[in-house]
């Protein structure tokens, strides 16, 4: 039976080869280990593996997650990657390192002002609705220019980049094309440096069209048993 260091190695392995294909270094994708809903064994053997970049959904989880792990005294990174409430932004600035969901001008007013100035400024990423769904969040393709100028001048968050997630079963690789151009567009005048996309089934064609950051969970972790409905 595979482990979670066997897993890793294959991502990994994938990455590679995707990136050579589209004649780009593999250094240049972070893997992001998604360890939502995952027990802290599994994400303890991943770090063993030496993985050390992980993405948790849900806030409360996430910290148990952190403290439990503090006293291994490694330097793991934390991105909040699902949607975050107004009453979580204050522990979410405190505790985390990346957020990949910013789509309220509220939201990311509230994490500047309660990011603490003993930190870095906290790096985040816009969502990008870029199949135009309506009951997925994240901002439409015309809104991303003018709402990263008012990210990019708070003085408290670090505008890195763009995150999607494409509709399943619709044309992923016209998607992630999208999101390309949109980041090209943008790159230079928002001092941009990261665009995450891709999970476990279609990282490939995320890595051909430029993603710089991969979200895997199923890859490493397997399938989730269980699900939560709240940050």
């Known amino acids: 039976m595979a482990?979670?260091?066997?897993?890793?190695?294959?991502?990994?392995?994938?990455?590679?080869?995707?990136?050579?294909a589209a004649r780009r270094d593999p250094a240049a994708v972070t893997l992001l280990a998604v360890s939502k809903t995952h027990p802290l064994p599994r994400?303890?053997?991943?770090?063993?593996?030496?993985?050390?970049?992980?993405?948790?959904?849900?806030?409360?989880?996430?910290?148990?997650?952190?403290?439990?792990?503090?006293?291994?005294?490694?330097?793991?990174?934390?991105?909040?990657?699902?949607?975050?409430?107004?009453?979580?932004?204050?522990?979410?600035?405190?505790?985390?390192?990346?957020?990949?969901?910013?789509?309220?001008?509220k939201i990311a007013n509230r994490l500047s002002e309660q990011r603490p100035v003993r930190l870095p400024p906290l790096n985040v990423l816009i969502q990008v609705n870029v199949s135009g769904e309506a009951s997925k969040s994240g901002?439409?393709?015309?809104?991303?220019?003018?709402?990263?100028?008012?990210?990019?001048?708070?003085?408290?968050?670090?505008?890195?980049?763009?995150?999607?997630?494409?509709k399943p079963g619709a044309d992923v690789a016209a998607q992630f094309s999208r999101m390309r151009e949109l980041y090209e567009k943008l790159r230079q005048g928002l001092g941009l440096d990261t665009l995450s996309m891709g999970m476990s089934d279609d990282m490939e064609s995320a890595i051909a069209e430029g993603a710089t950051l991969v979200r895997i969970g199923t890859a490493i972790f397997g399938q989730r048993t269980t699900e939560k409905t709240a940050a």
């Open 43 to 105: 994400i303890e053997q991943a770090i063993a593996a030496g993985q050390r970049v992980f993405g948790e959904n849900y806030v409360q989880e996430a910290l148990d997650k952190m403290d439990a792990l503090a006293k291994k005294e490694l330097r793991l990174e934390w991105h909040l990657i699902g949607p975050l409430q107004s009453n979580k932004t204050k522990t979410v600035a405190e505790r985390f390192d990346w957020v990949q969901t910013l789509d309220r001008v």
């Open 3 to 20: 482990t979670i260091a066997d897993n890793l190695q294959r991502v990994k392995a994938r990455i590679a080869r995707a990136a050579q």
């Open 139 to 166: 901002l439409a393709i015309e809104e991303i220019a003018g709402f990263g100028q008012a990210v990019a001048a708070l003085p408290r968050l670090r505008l890195r980049g763009l995150m999607s997630i494409p």
